[in-house]
């Protein structure tokens, strides 16, 4: 059975770094793309960017280049994402997701992981 | 990159049926065929309902149905049922090599 099981919920002060993460299990993880989305309360789904854990090609979205890392062990089949200072605009579900079809189809959802940053 | 355009609500009764349009461009919509459609009740993890841009995934029912005509997408749900009562996202590939969401659709069953 396929599962990507992600990290617990955070609460973060502004400037703090995080690391999140999402683990699959029941596939070849090094053969499929993971692709992370944001959902900030209230509102709707945006791809950050995806990673492809066999060689670690990651792609982000404008809007995000610059602003997360995506990264990738397939030693442990876990991708994150992470930052280096938090804002309070990055409170949000994050969600991770396995692109089944190899063109954006995401076919498998973690869980998603509630991120809340505020001083 | 902006999101693709997708109606804010769409309503309708049991046993209707409703479509949800998901406009882009040629560098997304128009461009490819692979457009996918995804399924949030509240509180929940999304779902997909359709991919590359008509074909359904195993377990979906058939009263879902996709398709693409130049730079638009829609979703068409037939014989609505209370459980259809959910956000829906249009997703597409982009020339930029990423991908991007449509700002989302609230169906409400009357």
């Known amino acids: 059975e396929v599962q990507l099981v992600q990290s617990g919920a955070e609460v973060k002060k502004p400037g703090e770094s995080l690391k999140i993460s999402c683990k699959g299990s029941g596939y070849s993880f090094t053969s499929y793309w993971i692709g992370w989305v944001r959902q900030m309360p209230g509102k709707g789904l945006e791809w950050m960017g995806i990673?492809?854990?066999?060689?670690?090609?990651?792609r982000y979205s404008p809007s995000f280049q610059g602003q997360v890392t995506i990264s990738a062990d397939k030693s442990i089949s876990t991708a994150y994402v992470q930052w280096s200072s938090l804002k309070a605009s990055d409170t949000a579900m994050y969600y991770c997701a396995r692109l089944g079809g190899g063109n954006g189809v995401a076919d498998y959802w973690g869980q998603g992981t509630l991120v809340t940053v505020s001083s | 990159q902006s999101a693709l355009t997708q109606p804010a609500s769409v309503s309708g009764s049991p046993g209707q049926s409703i479509t949800i349009s998901c406009t882009g461009t040629?560098?997304?919509?128009?461009?490819?065929?692979?457009v996918s459609w995804y399924q949030q009740h509240p509180g929940k993890a999304p779902k997909l309902m359709i991919y590359d841009v008509s074909n359904r995934p195993s377990g979906v029912s058939n009263r879902f149905s996709g398709s693409k005509s130049g730079n638009t997408a829609s979703l068409t749900i037939s014989g609505l049922q209370a459980e259809d009562e959910a956000d829906y996202y249009c997703?597409?590939?982009?020339?930029?090599?990423?991908?991007?969401f449509g700002s989302g659709t609230k169906v409400t069953v009357l």
């Open positions: 990673i492809y854990p066999g060689n670690s090609d990651t």
């Open positions: 040629s560098s997304d919509v128009g461009g490819y065929n692979y």
């Open positions: 997703s597409s590939y982009t020339s930029s090599t990423t991908y991007v």
